[in-house]
């Protein structure tokens, strides 16, 4: 081969590994905006009938928007996989049980995270379920450094911590009265902001090891079949047993009402795309980046409850706004070296044909 | 067609095989699979570019050959499976014992 030839192998390796990185980060900031839009019908669906009479039952009220949202996402995940032409990859994934398995904690650990933001806002606050949940990429990052030595570079964690100190910073003016104002049931919250962090950020690790031996978009439709099929088995008896047939009633009145449903198809949209693009993230830069861009969300969903809602967001939005801004390039401008392969594993790239040996080899 | 999925096919096929050049990989995954066209010749690379970055294969060699990459000029890759692959293979029921 000539070294003009060489040259230009060269060149297009380079690119070649660039898009690879650079659309890891494309799909976890996919997944900060979706997540963010999803709360934009979120909050919605408890304005509507038959949620929004059920302020002083708000926990049976969150349980069902809670599995409804769960179901409307697998739907929406099983047309994105019939769609990309992957059913046939589904059945067969699943059937391989000792890969399928994983996605069962992993389901779990989210929807422990969700159902434990969910009483961080009822006995805590939204402001401090949010924080909350912003911080788990740490959690994330280090359980999935210290289980399959994912890279997570000294610049790697600063950036991260900026992120996550960014979101913290946007959401302390709500933060502070929450504190002050939370009264007795304010343990019982706390636990549920720590259910968030620890859940999110176990998920995502669990989701890496499973990844890596089966594909994103069947292995996201999977974690949802097994968080569905816990919500129904396990959580709904138990919530049949402790709110009774009101249970039914509100589901019953939530599934006829036409505006509920319209929200639904939204919500399942939103989240269960969401959770395509942070699972395909994943792969391409590891679980503690993917995790701390996709944590952008916190500065998304005011953006969009912004638009929404028309209410100007405080001064805090903009340092904390600016802050995770900077936290994503700390991210993002690492060297490319770096992130090619996103595990200390030995032997990541040999030898690229013909160049100088002892430039590549690590 | 293969019990197993894509995925796990693959990385048994190099398992078997030892290495080999991503267009060798995509024609034998469409061809035991019934499938067809650019999508899935692309989604064969791509399902090599995450297990790459995910430490499981080693990039071996890259080249140029239009003629393998219809007219495009495209880069290719020869990929091997490395220690860890065939660590994660076994964790996860893929390494065929017998054949």
Redesign the interface.
Known sequence: MTDIATGRVSQLRGEHRSRQVRWGFIWALTCAVLWGAWYVPGFAIYYEAPFVDMVDNFLLAAFVITVLNAVAVLIALFVWVAVLGKTGDYVRTLRQTKISRWYAPAGLAGMLAIFGSIIAIAYVGAAFAAVAALLYPIVGAGAAKVWYSERITKQAALGIIVIVSGGVVIFTPGLVDEFTGAGTGGLLGYVGGAMAIVGWGLEGAIAGRALDVSDPDVGITLRFTAEVAIWIVVATPIAWILAGDELWSTVGAALSSPAVLLLLVLLGMTFGYCYVSWYKSFPLIGVGRGQAIAALYGPFALVWLTIFTLVTPSWQFMVGGLLAVAGSFILFTERRDVLEVIRAVPAGRARTSRDDPSSTVR | M???????YM?QLLARNGDMWDYEIAEDVMNS?G?SGD??YGTVRL?L????????L???????DPDKSLGE???LFRY?L???GRQ??Q????MEVTR
Do not use: C
Request: no cysteine; charged share 20%; proline share 2%.
């Open positions: 293969p019990d197993v999925h894509i995925k796990g990385l699979y499938l999508y899935w399902t570019t995450d297990l790459y970055a995910g430490g499981l080693a990039e071996l060699e890259a080249t140029i000029e495209k880069i091997g490395n220690d860890f994660r293979m964790q996860s029921g893929l």
